[in-house]
T-cell receptor, first 115, second 114 residues
């Protein structure tokens, strides 16, 4: 079965640079979610989109922005990167129009290292 | 705000044995969802099992089952016939019925030994 696709899988950036993470949800899933997982930590919710509109917002820094496009893929844009932004970034997707629409399926994650 | 507590940071079990991971949560909501996710060394987040709060019947997925006690706000995961591939970090997660964010516990690291 098709899974959530995230690119790139690994990314190395310098402080103050920008980064763009991409997420392609499972086909027919119209809701996407972004999470950040620091080393040894549990995932923290950043933001979610349903039908290209922001549906919920968590602890996302003002330096970060995200959007969902007409083909349902999503991008997380991160600017003025800091050392503390080094983490594993997950995208998840869920179907809206079924009984299990609240179930989130995670992608493999993007490992971001800020030097 | 909802909080999820996993009181066992680490657990160990022998292959073929049964192990139970505990999870408690705090919420004022009446309708919500509960999940267990597994994160092996590859760090992929894999859904193990889910439970909807309005359903009294405990969810089961093959060797994985839950004991959902709504009044006690408890949601434990039982793994039967443990396998080496079950070695992973297990996260309990909560989501309100109207929300989108998963609130995770700190996780329980499970080691299955031969």
């Amino acid at each position: 079965a098709a899974g959530v696709i995230q690119s790139p899988r690994h990314l190395i950036k310098e402080k103050r640079e920008t980064a763009t993470l991409k997420c392609y949800p499972i086909p027919r899933h119209d809701t996407v979610y972004w999470y950040q997982q620091g080393p040894g930590q549990d995932p923290q919710f950043l933001i979610s989109f349903y039908e290209k509109m922001q549906s919920d917002k968590g602890s996302i820094p003002d330096r970060f922005s995200a959007q969902q496009f007409s083909d349902y893929h999503s991008e997380l844009n991160m600017s003025s990167l800091e050392l503390g932004d080094s983490a594993l970034y997950f995208c998840a997707s869920s179907p809206r129009t079924s009984g299990s629409w609240k179930t989130q399926y995670f992608g493999p994650g993007t490992r971001l290292l800020v030097l | 705000a909802q909080t999820v507590t996993q009181s066992q940071p680490e657990m160990s079990v022998q292959e073929a044995e049964t192990v139970t991971l505990s999870c408690t949560y705090d919420t004022s909501e009446n309708n919500y969802y509960l999940f267990w996710y597994k994160q092996p060394p590859s760090r992929q987040m894999i859904l193990v099992i889910r439970q909807e709060a309005y359903k009294q019947q405990n969810a089961t997925e093959n060797r994985f089952s839950v004991n959902f006690q709504k009044a006690a706000k408890s949601f434990s995961l039982k793994i039967s016939d443990s396998q080496l591939g079950d070695t992973a970090m297990y996260f309990c997660a909560f989501m309100t019925y109207s929300g989108y964010a998963l609130n995770f516990g700190k996780g329980t690291s499970l080691l299955v030994t031969p």
